[in-house]
Protein backbone atom coordinates (compact mmCIF):
# COMPACT_ATOMS: atom_id res chain seq x y z
CA UNK A 1 0.00 0.00 0.00
CA UNK A 2 1.83 3.25 -1.09
CA UNK A 3 1.90 6.10 1.77
CA UNK A 4 -0.99 7.80 2.25
CA UNK A 5 -1.94 11.24 1.00
CA UNK A 6 -2.24 13.52 3.83
CA UNK A 7 -4.42 15.89 2.20
CA UNK A 8 -7.96 15.06 1.58
CA UNK A 9 -8.71 13.43 -2.51
CA UNK A 10 -11.19 14.57 -4.83
CA UNK A 11 -11.95 12.92 -7.88
CA UNK A 12 -13.95 13.90 -10.31
CA UNK A 13 -15.58 12.99 -13.50
CA UNK A 14 -16.05 14.92 -16.13
CA UNK A 15 -13.79 17.13 -14.85
CA UNK A 16 -11.54 18.64 -17.75
CA UNK A 17 -14.33 21.27 -17.90
CA UNK A 18 -17.79 22.37 -17.27
CA UNK A 19 -19.45 22.35 -14.01
CA UNK A 20 -16.93 19.00 -13.19
CA UNK A 21 -14.22 21.75 -13.64
CA UNK A 22 -15.80 23.95 -11.41
CA UNK A 23 -15.81 21.66 -8.38
CA UNK A 24 -12.60 20.70 -8.59
CA UNK A 25 -11.14 24.35 -8.02
CA UNK A 26 -13.54 24.68 -5.45
CA UNK A 27 -12.65 21.56 -3.21
CA UNK A 28 -8.75 22.61 -4.58
CA UNK A 29 -8.57 25.96 -3.26
CA UNK A 30 -10.04 23.94 0.13
CA UNK A 31 -7.08 22.12 0.51
CA UNK A 32 -8.26 18.74 -1.38
CA UNK A 33 -5.69 16.90 -4.14
CA UNK A 34 -7.59 15.91 -6.92
CA UNK A 35 -7.89 13.45 -9.77
CA UNK A 36 -9.23 14.46 -13.19
CA UNK A 37 -10.68 11.46 -14.82
CA UNK A 38 -11.78 12.33 -18.22
CA UNK A 39 -10.95 11.93 -22.34
CA UNK A 40 -10.58 15.25 -23.08
CA UNK A 41 -6.41 15.56 -22.17
CA UNK A 42 -6.91 19.50 -23.84
CA UNK A 43 -9.53 20.37 -21.16
CA UNK A 44 -7.83 18.22 -18.56
CA UNK A 45 -4.46 20.11 -19.70
CA UNK A 46 -6.01 23.76 -18.51
CA UNK A 47 -7.86 22.30 -15.23
CA UNK A 48 -4.85 20.61 -13.87
CA UNK A 49 -2.72 23.80 -14.26
CA UNK A 50 -5.45 25.93 -12.38
CA UNK A 51 -5.51 23.30 -9.79
CA UNK A 52 -2.06 23.17 -9.49
CA UNK A 53 -1.62 27.00 -9.09
CA UNK A 54 -4.25 26.79 -6.08
CA UNK A 55 -1.97 24.47 -4.34
CA UNK A 56 -3.26 20.71 -5.31
CA UNK A 57 -1.59 17.44 -5.91
CA UNK A 58 -3.12 16.59 -9.43
CA UNK A 59 -3.24 13.03 -11.08
CA UNK A 60 -4.72 13.41 -14.89
CA UNK A 61 -6.20 9.97 -15.24
CA UNK A 62 -7.42 9.74 -19.26
CA UNK A 63 -10.56 7.43 -19.41
CA UNK A 64 -13.61 6.67 -21.02
CA UNK A 65 -16.52 6.33 -18.17
CA UNK A 66 -18.16 3.62 -20.50
CA UNK A 67 -15.32 1.20 -20.73
CA UNK A 68 -15.22 -0.74 -17.16
CA UNK A 69 -11.65 -2.06 -18.00
CA UNK A 70 -10.40 1.98 -18.29
CA UNK A 71 -12.12 2.86 -14.96
CA UNK A 72 -11.06 -0.06 -13.00
CA UNK A 73 -7.64 1.08 -14.18
CA UNK A 74 -7.83 4.73 -13.53
CA UNK A 75 -8.93 3.71 -10.00
CA UNK A 76 -6.24 1.23 -9.10
CA UNK A 77 -3.50 3.99 -10.55
CA UNK A 78 -5.36 6.63 -8.16
CA UNK A 79 -5.37 4.24 -5.37
CA UNK A 80 -1.68 3.64 -5.89
CA UNK A 81 -0.72 6.93 -6.10
CA UNK A 82 -2.99 8.55 -3.36
CA UNK A 83 -3.60 5.73 -0.94
CA UNK A 84 -7.29 7.15 -0.48
CA UNK A 85 -10.26 8.57 -1.96
CA UNK A 86 -12.19 11.20 0.41
CA UNK A 87 -14.91 12.32 -2.38
CA UNK A 88 -15.79 11.02 -5.98
CA UNK A 89 -18.55 13.00 -7.95
CA UNK A 90 -19.54 11.16 -10.88
CA UNK A 91 -20.50 14.22 -13.16
CA UNK A 92 -19.70 13.29 -16.72
CA UNK A 93 -22.59 13.24 -19.34
CA UNK A 94 -23.75 14.02 -22.50
CA UNK A 95 -26.99 15.17 -24.10
CA UNK A 96 -27.94 14.72 -27.05
CA UNK A 97 -31.73 15.52 -28.60
CA UNK A 98 -33.66 12.86 -30.48
CA UNK A 99 -37.44 12.17 -30.50
CA UNK A 100 -37.82 8.56 -29.97
CA UNK A 101 -39.58 8.13 -32.85
CA UNK A 102 -36.60 9.54 -35.05
CA UNK A 103 -34.27 7.86 -32.43
CA UNK A 104 -31.11 5.89 -33.48
CA UNK A 105 -29.32 3.16 -31.49
CA UNK A 106 -26.02 4.73 -31.86
CA UNK A 107 -27.22 8.11 -30.24
CA UNK A 108 -29.55 6.03 -27.43
CA UNK A 109 -26.36 4.00 -26.92
CA UNK A 110 -23.84 6.93 -26.47
CA UNK A 111 -25.88 8.50 -23.91
CA UNK A 112 -26.93 5.32 -21.90
CA UNK A 113 -23.33 4.42 -22.23
CA UNK A 114 -21.90 8.07 -20.30
CA UNK A 115 -24.97 8.76 -18.08
CA UNK A 116 -25.91 4.87 -16.84
CA UNK A 117 -22.75 3.05 -17.46
CA UNK A 118 -20.23 5.37 -16.69
CA UNK A 119 -21.68 6.29 -13.49
CA UNK A 120 -22.21 2.49 -12.56
CA UNK A 121 -18.55 1.88 -13.11
CA UNK A 122 -16.99 5.28 -11.38
CA UNK A 123 -19.34 4.76 -8.64
CA UNK A 124 -18.24 0.98 -8.19
CA UNK A 125 -14.20 2.12 -8.55
CA UNK A 126 -14.64 4.54 -5.82
CA UNK A 127 -16.38 2.14 -3.45
CA UNK A 128 -13.68 -0.16 -4.08
CA UNK A 129 -11.46 2.30 -2.11
CA UNK A 130 -14.02 3.93 -0.09
CA UNK A 131 -15.54 0.66 1.69
CA UNK A 132 -12.11 -0.86 2.85
CA UNK A 133 -11.53 2.95 4.15
CA UNK A 134 -14.75 2.85 5.93
CA UNK A 135 -15.49 6.47 4.55
CA UNK A 136 -16.46 8.83 2.17
CA UNK A 137 -18.79 10.90 -0.08
CA UNK A 138 -19.94 9.83 -3.27
CA UNK A 139 -21.96 12.34 -5.31
CA UNK A 140 -23.88 12.22 -8.19
CA UNK A 141 -24.95 14.44 -11.27
CA UNK A 142 -29.00 14.59 -12.07
CA UNK A 143 -30.86 17.00 -13.68
CA UNK A 144 -33.77 18.89 -13.40
CA UNK A 145 -34.96 17.18 -16.22
CA UNK A 146 -34.36 13.81 -14.75
CA UNK A 147 -37.85 12.92 -12.08
CA UNK A 148 -39.11 16.39 -12.02
CA UNK A 149 -39.25 17.77 -15.09
CA UNK A 150 -38.40 15.47 -18.44
CA UNK A 151 -38.32 17.34 -21.31
CA UNK A 152 -39.41 16.53 -25.31
CA UNK A 153 -36.76 15.80 -27.50
CA UNK A 154 -34.25 14.75 -24.64
CA UNK A 155 -36.33 11.44 -23.58
CA UNK A 156 -33.44 9.45 -23.13
CA UNK A 157 -31.50 12.13 -21.34
CA UNK A 158 -34.27 12.44 -19.05
CA UNK A 159 -34.76 9.58 -18.60
CA UNK A 160 -30.78 8.52 -17.19
CA UNK A 161 -31.18 11.22 -14.90
CA UNK A 162 -34.17 10.14 -13.26
CA UNK A 163 -31.92 6.47 -13.05
CA UNK A 164 -29.22 8.18 -11.70
CA UNK A 165 -31.33 9.80 -8.96
CA UNK A 166 -33.18 6.79 -8.10
CA UNK A 167 -29.04 4.87 -8.31
CA UNK A 168 -28.58 7.37 -5.70
CA UNK A 169 -30.84 6.26 -3.23
CA UNK A 170 -29.68 2.44 -3.87
CA UNK A 171 -26.00 3.26 -3.33
CA UNK A 172 -26.69 5.06 -0.37
CA UNK A 173 -28.48 2.34 1.30
CA UNK A 174 -25.90 0.17 0.41
CA UNK A 175 -23.13 2.19 1.20
CA UNK A 176 -24.59 3.14 4.79
CA UNK A 177 -22.61 0.60 6.90
CA UNK A 178 -19.51 1.33 5.28
CA UNK A 179 -19.32 5.33 6.91
CA UNK A 180 -20.25 6.26 3.08
CA UNK A 181 -22.90 8.86 2.08
CA UNK A 182 -24.09 8.90 -1.24
CA UNK A 183 -26.05 12.30 -2.50
CA UNK A 184 -26.29 14.25 -5.76
CA UNK A 185 -27.09 17.91 -7.18
CA UNK A 186 -29.76 18.83 -9.98
CA UNK A 187 -28.92 21.33 -12.26
CA UNK A 188 -30.88 23.43 -14.69
CA UNK A 189 -29.50 25.97 -16.62
CA UNK A 190 -25.50 26.19 -15.48
CA UNK A 191 -23.23 27.86 -18.09
CA UNK A 192 -21.04 25.12 -19.88
CA UNK A 193 -20.15 23.97 -23.37
CA UNK A 194 -23.38 21.97 -22.59
CA UNK A 195 -25.81 24.08 -22.48
CA UNK A 196 -24.03 27.34 -23.15
CA UNK A 197 -26.04 27.68 -26.88
CA UNK A 198 -29.67 27.78 -24.88
CA UNK A 199 -28.01 30.63 -22.81
CA UNK A 200 -26.78 32.82 -25.95
CA UNK A 201 -29.54 31.85 -27.95
CA UNK A 202 -32.62 31.77 -25.75
CA UNK A 203 -31.89 33.66 -22.96
CA UNK A 204 -34.99 35.39 -22.35
CA UNK A 205 -36.96 32.37 -22.41
CA UNK A 206 -34.97 30.23 -20.39
CA UNK A 207 -34.65 33.27 -17.36
CA UNK A 208 -38.32 32.66 -17.73
CA UNK A 209 -38.48 29.27 -15.91
CA UNK A 210 -36.02 30.38 -13.57
CA UNK A 211 -37.43 32.00 -10.40
CA UNK A 212 -34.13 34.01 -9.25
CA UNK A 213 -33.56 35.01 -12.63
CA UNK A 214 -30.16 33.89 -13.22
CA UNK A 215 -28.17 31.36 -15.43
CA UNK A 216 -25.81 28.81 -12.72
CA UNK A 217 -22.54 28.81 -12.58
CA UNK A 218 -20.22 25.52 -12.26
CA UNK A 219 -18.69 27.18 -8.45
CA UNK A 220 -22.29 26.88 -7.31
CA UNK A 221 -22.31 23.42 -7.91
CA UNK A 222 -19.17 23.03 -6.17
CA UNK A 223 -20.45 24.44 -3.12
CA UNK A 224 -23.27 22.18 -2.91
CA UNK A 225 -20.47 19.20 -3.30
CA UNK A 226 -18.80 20.96 -0.35
CA UNK A 227 -21.75 21.44 1.71
CA UNK A 228 -23.08 17.42 1.21
CA UNK A 229 -19.48 16.29 1.86
CA UNK A 230 -19.00 18.49 5.18
CA UNK A 231 -20.06 17.87 8.18
CA UNK A 232 -23.05 20.00 8.20
CA UNK A 233 -24.44 17.31 6.18
CA UNK A 234 -23.63 14.61 7.90
CA UNK A 235 -27.20 13.35 8.76
CA UNK A 236 -27.99 13.45 4.65
CA UNK A 237 -27.75 10.38 2.06
CA UNK A 238 -29.45 9.08 -0.85
CA UNK A 239 -31.18 13.06 -1.05
CA UNK A 240 -30.71 15.21 -4.62
CA UNK A 241 -30.13 19.18 -3.97
CA UNK A 242 -31.61 21.17 -6.53
CA UNK A 243 -28.89 23.87 -8.02
CA UNK A 244 -31.30 25.86 -10.51
CA UNK A 245 -32.10 29.11 -8.67
CA UNK A 246 -35.46 27.59 -8.09
CA UNK A 247 -36.56 26.65 -11.99
CA UNK A 248 -40.16 25.63 -12.57
CA UNK A 249 -41.31 25.91 -8.91
CA UNK A 250 -44.61 27.40 -10.48
CA UNK A 251 -45.69 27.50 -14.03
CA UNK A 252 -44.85 31.01 -14.42
CA UNK A 253 -41.83 32.16 -12.37
CA UNK A 254 -41.93 35.91 -14.21
CA UNK A 255 -45.26 36.87 -12.80
CA UNK A 256 -43.92 37.64 -9.67
CA UNK A 257 -40.99 40.14 -11.47
CA UNK A 258 -43.86 41.50 -13.12
CA UNK A 259 -45.92 42.24 -9.91
CA UNK A 260 -42.45 43.70 -8.55
CA UNK A 261 -42.14 45.84 -11.00
CA UNK A 262 -38.60 44.21 -12.24
CA UNK A 263 -39.33 42.92 -15.57
CA UNK A 264 -41.64 44.74 -18.21
CA UNK A 265 -44.97 42.69 -18.46
CA UNK A 266 -45.42 40.08 -20.90
CA UNK A 267 -48.08 40.48 -23.60
CA UNK A 268 -50.77 38.54 -23.15
N1 LIG B 1 -24.83 22.41 -17.47
C1 LIG B 1 -26.10 22.22 -17.10
O1 LIG B 1 -26.91 23.14 -17.17
C2 LIG B 1 -26.53 20.88 -16.56
C3 LIG B 1 -27.87 20.75 -16.17
C4 LIG B 1 -28.29 19.54 -15.62
C5 LIG B 1 -27.41 18.50 -15.47
N2 LIG B 1 -26.10 18.64 -15.86
C6 LIG B 1 -25.21 17.49 -15.70
O2 LIG B 1 -24.00 17.92 -15.08
C7 LIG B 1 -22.91 17.13 -15.57
C8 LIG B 1 -21.82 18.05 -16.10
O3 LIG B 1 -22.35 18.78 -17.19
P1 LIG B 1 -21.58 19.99 -17.90
O4 LIG B 1 -22.63 20.98 -18.24
O5 LIG B 1 -20.41 20.40 -17.11
O6 LIG B 1 -21.12 19.27 -19.27
P2 LIG B 1 -19.88 19.57 -20.23
O7 LIG B 1 -20.27 19.03 -21.55
O8 LIG B 1 -19.47 21.00 -20.14
O9 LIG B 1 -18.71 18.68 -19.59
C9 LIG B 1 -18.81 17.27 -19.56
C10 LIG B 1 -17.45 16.67 -19.33
O10 LIG B 1 -17.60 15.24 -19.36
C11 LIG B 1 -16.55 14.69 -20.15
N3 LIG B 1 -16.97 13.41 -20.74
C12 LIG B 1 -17.91 13.22 -21.68
N4 LIG B 1 -17.98 11.92 -22.00
C13 LIG B 1 -17.07 11.28 -21.23
C14 LIG B 1 -16.65 9.94 -21.12
N5 LIG B 1 -17.18 8.96 -21.88
N6 LIG B 1 -15.69 9.62 -20.22
C15 LIG B 1 -15.12 10.61 -19.45
N7 LIG B 1 -15.46 11.90 -19.52
C16 LIG B 1 -16.42 12.23 -20.41
C17 LIG B 1 -16.30 15.76 -21.22
O11 LIG B 1 -15.03 15.60 -21.84
C18 LIG B 1 -16.43 17.03 -20.41
O12 LIG B 1 -15.20 17.40 -19.81
C19 LIG B 1 -23.50 16.19 -16.61
O13 LIG B 1 -23.78 14.94 -16.03
C20 LIG B 1 -24.78 16.88 -17.02
O14 LIG B 1 -25.74 15.97 -17.51
C21 LIG B 1 -25.66 19.80 -16.41
Redo the contacts with the bound molecule.
Keep these: MPEKSTKPVIAV????????RGILLYFAERGYDVAI????QD?MAVTAADCEALGAEVLALV????QSNQVDAAYAQLAEHYGRLDVQVN?????RRQRIMDSTDEVTQAVIG??VF?VIHTSRAAMRIMVPQGSGNIIT?????GDRMPDAGLGVYSAT?AFVASLTRVMAAECAPYGIRVNGY?????D????HHIIEERPVAKLDQISMREF?R?EQVGKICWFLCSDLAEYTTGASIPTDGGSWLVQRPFLPWEAAGKIEPRQR
Design positions: SGGGQGIGVDVDQCDVTNAGILVNGAHSLLKAPSVTSAMVGP
